[in-house]
């Protein structure tokens, strides 16, 4: 994905048939890849039986855009991977849900040091998922391992 826009990437992401069967669609990507925004549609489709989002779909949200944030930002000599995710369901999730994915440069200089000195590291970073409301739906904690190529 190095050689795509911005736009091109966002497009390709939002047909990627997992987010579309979700109904989850990347609203933005910032130009400097520090920040993602993401937001999924209560539909028919990913309705749970009680009729709110799907835990399953809300943790599908998640996935993998701090991964994607820090591989732009780290460059083609590191590996990035989300390896793990864990999550607190707070209140019901109705309408229309949104999780921001934020980076800064901060964080990404200390990634560097950090795998320079140790080879790898583990990161855990919050995100939150709110509803139209700005209510906390869920609060997730990822876990993202990288190291030197």
Not at 17 to 32: C, E, L, N, Q, T
Not at 110 to 122: F, M, R, T, Y
Request: glycine share 8%.
């Amino acid at each position: 994905m190095f050689g795509l826009s911005r736009q091109q990437k966002i497009k390709l992401m939002n047909f990627y048939p997992p987010y579309v069967g979700a109904g989850i669609r990347i609203k933005d990507i910032s130009h400097d890849f520090m920040r993602a925004e993401i937001e999924m549609k209560l539909r028919w489709w990913n309705k749970n039986l009680v009729g709110t989002h799907f835990g399953g779909s809300l943790m599908s949200m998640s996935d993998p855009f701090y991964m994607l944030l820090l591989v732009q930002n780290l460059g083609k000599d590191y590996i990035v991977w989300d390896k793990a995710s864990s999550i607190k369901f707070k209140r019901p999730g109705t309408g229309k849900v949104t999780c921001v994915f934020e980076i800064n440069q901060a964080l990404v200089d200390q990634i560097k040091a950090d795998v320079s000195e140790l080879g790898k590291k583990d990161y855990k970073l919050p995100l939150v998922i709110t509803n139209e409301q700005g209510q906390t739906v869920c609060e997730l904690e990822k876990t993202i391992y990288v190291r030197k190529k």
